[in-house]
């Protein structure tokens, strides 16, 4: 592959698709889907497609394990989406339900929510515990 080149997974259909590094700021479309690769919107990922979104993100990943019933997780929602769109092509941000992928909010050991995980290249580079405002997301992400 070209140095200049990234390999994004597309998170709606699975497929991965090359994209120039330059571009990936510019809200790139899936090749085979036409939906955005990373469009500024947190993306609801689970157990069937987290691995492949993350593994193949040539940005930083910021996950947020949250739950349906969680108040502080519901309160934290909207910063989580500000701070997306301010990220939009420099960070990818995720929403794991915990309640309804258990593996892995065990896998990343997670005992309270809302907890924000930071991954570079698939690997944990820091953590963050309660709900926060999207400009300490927006600092944790681009960390």
């Known amino acids: 592959m070209d140095t200049d080149k990234l390999l994004i997974a597309c998170p709606h259909c699975g497929v ?5 590094a330059a571009r990936a700021a510019e809200s790139p479309s899936c090749g085979k889907c036409g939906k955005p690769l990373l469009d500024g919107h947190p993306l609801e990922l689970g157990d069937a497609n987290f691995d492949a979104v993350v593994a193949a993100s040539p940005v930083p990943v910021l996950v947020d394990f949250w739950a ?13 989406a ?3 769109r301010q990220l939009g092509g ?18 990343f050991g997670i005992r309270s929510i809302p907890t924000l995980v930071r ?8 953590r963050q515990s309660g709900a926060v405002s999207a400009a300490a997301i927006v600092q944790l992400a681009a960390a």
């Open 119 to 126: 991954l570079q290249q698939g690997r944990e580079t820091q």
């Open 82 to 84: 500000d701070a997306a």
């Open 68 to 80: 349906p019933w969680c108040g502080p997780c519901r309160a934290m929602a909207p910063a989580f």
């Open 90 to 107: 420099r960070a990818l941000l995720v929403k794991v339900n915990s309640d309804e992928s258990p593996a892995l909010s065990q896998r």
């Open 16 to 20: 991965t698709n090359r994209v120039p």
